[in-house]
């Protein structure tokens, strides 16, 4: 199975930008539709992004369209989520997850560990 390591969180101020990455390995990378999930306290977790396996086609959830970017590199194994203008909203643990449903937004089986963005003057 998959294995994926999430970094890049952290605190940040309102307006303020984070990248972050998540790393494969231990699986074909290249075949699994890649998305970010977040989960606040007391929230379930939710679908913020998503990429197709070659990376032609994205989704981005109507909260976060126009701030938010996700994007791969296959050669190195990475799916990235470039996050500006951010709002204390979007406070919450950030996870990726490997080999999602395409359309219905069902998580697969993989997720890594998670990474905390903090959004607060």
């Known amino acids: 199975q998959v294995q994926l390591v999430e970094s890049g969180g952290g605190l940040v101020q309102p307006g303020g930008s984070l990248r972050l990455s998540c790393a494969a390995s231990g699986g074909i990378f290249s075949i699994y539709a890649m998305g970010w999930y977040r989960q606040a306290p007391g929230n379930e977790r939710e679908l913020v992004a998503a990429i197709s396996n070659g990376g032609s086609t994205t989704k981005h959830v109507d909260s976060v369209r126009g701030r938010f970017t996700i994007s791969r590199d296959n050669a190195k194994k990475t799916v990235y989520l470039q996050m500006n203008s951010l709002k204390p909203e979007d406070t919450a643990v950030y996870y990726c997850?490997?080999?999602?449903?395409?359309?219905?937004?069902?998580?697969?089986?993989?997720w890594g560990q998670g990474t905390q963005v903090t959004v607060s003057p």
């Open positions: 997850n490997a080999g999602l449903t395409w359309g219905v937004w069902t998580p697969g089986p993989s």
